[in-house]
């Protein structure tokens, strides 16, 4: 009897993947399930990108962009032994490219039709994120003032940090990345929040096609004064305007039925590889990268919505990519060997998953009684969990 079930089910496995890779599935039918798993691939790669993009040659063309750095992706990739880190230090990044598709999208789901004021707005985001901002920090406060001293933390950290928790330290002269790189985020994000209206507005009077010319503004600006600010390292990839156009795109998702199918993956993945090396294509890299991982998904939906972990990690995002560049610190200073690396990012990513569930934890509030609404009312119902994501 056992010997006739295994196989029945993996028939039935391949008739999933057939099924998902040949469904015509609609970006605004992604519910809190999958918003969570996709979480939970893009906080993977994230983590093992923070990590290895600080001990090996391969370096990502994010804030900024180098033509070199694409050949020597190549060089290193080729050996099998440094395949797996290669491919993380320099794509692994595109899980921040996600998560920004993400933070539009499920505001676009979940606050489209409220009636606050901007400031009962951003007095509700304010609630939702710094319990856990507040929290991480704190951690890494103790971890610094045992290290580096209390004056210290004092008196060169903490006018950086009240900046960046007041989110403005990404465009004032001279501060550059905060203490914790991944941090840069924390600003990003608020500052994302503080035009919200401002975007719905648009949408609500202009449609998609406000979005496109507001995403195409924006990105004239930003590669039009970037050069002139960078002489007070302040680069506006760090902030809302330079990355409008995923924004953009994860309103337009949210708002009106889009599909993605193997006519835009097949380009989107080409332009990933071409705009690697020559910088004239490497802007449209970001929206590449998020259309190429939803065409994706949505082709292995079925299969992903199995795996629990993954939404469990989705759900603890928001810590884990606040507490991973604390963490990977000790592990790095060990990874020399290629298979020293592996084992220590594995190493790394455990305890950052373990603290991030401590800490989440720790904030959780007492579970309430369910109720299904049976609409998108359920897109405002999580609190911490979601929070890089509405």
Same mark, same amino acid.
């Given at each position: ?15 999933? &993947? ?21 979480? !939970?691939?893009?906080? #993977? ?8 993009? $600080? ?21 290193? #990739? ?27 999208? !499920? ?46 933390? @004092? ?44 975007? *719905? *507005? ?9 979005? $496109? ?27 809302? @305007?330079?990355?409008? *156009? ?8 949210? *708002? ?5 199918? $193997? ?8 332009? @990933?590889? $071409? ?9 449209? #890299? ?5 259309? &190429? ?29 606040? #507490? ?67």
């Amino acid at each position: 009897m056992e010997q006739r079930t295994l196989p029945m089910r993996g028939f039935s496995a391949v008739a999933s &993947l057939r099924d998902a890779a040949r469904s015509r599935f609609f970006l605004i039918d992604l519910d809190k399930k999958d918003t969570a798993i996709l979480k !939970g691939l893009a906080i #993977v790669a994230i983590v093992f990108h923070n990590f290895f993009h $600080v001990i090996g040659p391969v370096r990502e063309n994010e804030f900024n962009f180098d033509p070199a750095r694409f050949p020597i992706f190549l060089q290193t #990739v080729i050996h099998p032994s440094m395949a797996i880190q290669s491919l993380f230090a320099f794509y692994g990044h595109f899980g921040v490219q996600v998560f920004i598709f993400l933070s539009a999208y !499920g505001l676009a789901k979940s606050h489209w039709s409220d009636a606050n004021s901007w400031s009962e707005f951003m007095w509700c985001r304010v609630k939702k994120l710094y319990p856990m901002f507040g929290l991480v920090v704190f951690f890494w406060a103790l971890l610094a003032a045992m290290h580096l001293g209390p004056i210290w933390v @004092i008196k060169d950290a903490g006018p950086k940090l009240l900046l960046m928790l007041a989110g403005v330290s990404n465009i004032l002269p001279g501060l550059g990345l905060p203490p914790i790189g991944p941090w840069w985020f924390i600003p990003f994000i608020i500052q994302f929040y503080a035009m919200w209206l401002l975007l *719905r *507005r648009l949408t609500n009077k202009f449609s998609w096609q406000g979005l $496109v010319v507001l995403s195409i503004v924006c990105f004239l600006i930003t590669h039009l004064t970037n050069p002139i600010l960078a002489h007070w390292q302040i680069n506006l990839g760090e902030n809302p @305007i330079g990355r409008m *156009r995923v924004l953009c795109l994860g309103i337009i998702a949210a *708002r009106f039925p889009i599909r993605i199918n $193997v006519f835009l993956a097949i380009p989107a993945f080409a332009i @990933i590889l $071409v705009g690697s090396e020559y910088r004239a294509v490497s802007h449209l #890299v970001s929206l590449a990268s998020v259309t &190429l991982i939803l065409w994706l998904y949505t082709k292995t939906r079925v299969v992903l919505r199995k795996v629990q972990l993954l939404e469990t990690i989705g759900n603890y995002s928001l810590a884990i990519f606040l #507490v991973n560049g604390i963490v990977r610190v000790p592990f790095v200073v060990f990874a020399k060997s290629p298979l020293s690396q592996l084992l220590l990012a594995c190493g790394s990513a455990a305890v950052t998953f373990a603290i991030s569930a401590f800490f989440h934890y720790l904030l959780e509030p007492a579970p309430e009684p369910v109720v299904n609404t049976g609409g998108l009312e359920s897109w405002a119902t999580s609190e911490t969990a979601d929070a890089m994501a509405d």
